[in-house]
């Protein structure tokens, strides 16, 4: 599946995203706590982020959400694809993280990964009530993005962050058009190889 040494030149199309993701707001109670995020020199997508407090040296497991696949109600798209496209990314991931425990319940040293893909063609995120509030803000109609977050799997307070709209790869939405599924592939492999070298550069200790 999001962040690394994450990647190289910010596309401009994709500022609006760069600059809502910098503050994300979490509620606890009656308190709002608010996150700072630094913005990586160099990335290969688009947009990321890491939590200016971030300390990535405590982690040493991960924690693999199901891929979040966010799309318009009015879009015809088959479950079947929905799983297709889940278990491209899935495949490619764990192809990646040889060698990287996995487990599957939250622990202090435990970093959840979680992956989205956001397609907001024709829609915009209010009609997706499923979609989380603090990515309804920055995700933009018209747009389609991939998401990768990383985050503390006991609180849930988020790491990193990165997304991409270049590599997001479209659902077909209609029963008249087709899924390129080679793209598909082509972009599950590109993500699992980029959060490969992150986890690399950030977990080997």
Request: proline residues 3%.
């Amino acid at each position: 599946m999001t962040s690394t040494a994450l990647a190289d030149c910010a596309n401009s199309r994709f500022a609006g995203i760069a600059a809502g993701l910098a503050l994300t707001c979490l509620a606890a109670c009656s308190a709002t706590e608010v996150q700072s995020f630094n913005v990586p020199k160099n990335r290969n997508v688009e947009s990321a982020q890491i939590a200016v407090d971030a300390d990535f040296s405590k982690y040493d497991r991960l924690l693999a959400e199901d891929m979040g696949i966010y799309y318009s109600p009015k879009a015809n798209v088959s479950q079947e694809s929905v799983a297709r496209l889940r278990k491209a990314f899935q495949d490619a991931f764990s192809s990646e993280l040889q060698g990287y425990t996995i487990v599957k319940k939250p622990r202090p040293s435990t970093m959840t990964v979680e992956a989205s893909l956001i397609d907001l063609r024709g829609t915009s995120a209010s009609d997706l009530p499923a979609l989380r509030h603090d990515i309804q803000q920055v995700a933009k109609s018209g747009s389609l993005v991939f998401l990768m977050e990383l985050k503390d799997s006991m609180s849930g307070k988020i790491l990193a962050r990165a997304a991409d709209s270049a590599q997001a790869p479209p659902l077909a939405r209609s029963e008249n058009a087709e899924t390129d599924w080679k793209a598909v592939d082509d972009a599950a492999r590109r993500w699992a190889g980029l959060f490969r070298k992150f986890l690399d550069d950030n977990l080997r200790h």
